[in-house]
């Protein structure tokens, strides 16, 4: 298989944290106040350099919803997942969107995201979703 083409980012970005390719900007950013399994998660409009999984229903706070995991196309690590299908009405807004887990990438000031269950420790409680 050939190198995949990578899209350099112009502005305030977020990146992976494992290579540092370029996956979204701020100004993309729909919410700040999603969350994951492992602590906060932003919705973005629309994302660069990764690839999709399977689509697969998956079960979240919100209600069933048809999701594919993107992975950066830089070394592969999972960095989120993107809305195939939102099966209540009131969820349709996701359709299309993207969540990346803010603990997989950097900041736009290169800064880490530690998610608050690995501060807690040993024995914390931690969501499904």
């Known amino acids: 298989m050939g190198r995949l083409f990578v899209i ?72 989120g997942w993107k809305y195939e299908v939102a099966h209540e009405e009131s969820q349709k807004y996701k359709e299309g969107k993207v969540i990346i887990e803010r603990f997989k990438v950097l900041g736009p000031d290169g800064s880490e995201y530690i998610p608050e269950s690995y501060m807690a420790g040993p024995g914390s409680d931690d969501d499904d979703v």
């Open 8 to 79: 350099t980012l112009d502005g305030n970005l977020y990146s992976c944290k494992y290579c540092k390719t370029h996956l979204a900007l701020s100004d993309d950013i729909i919410s700040k106040s999603f969350h994951s399994k492992h602590g906060r998660a932003y919705l973005f409009d629309k994302i660069a350099n990764v690839t999709v999984g399977e689509k697969e229903d998956r079960k979240m706070i919100t209600g069933i919803h048809t999701v594919v995991d993107i992975f950066c196309v830089g070394c592969g690590s999972i960095v």
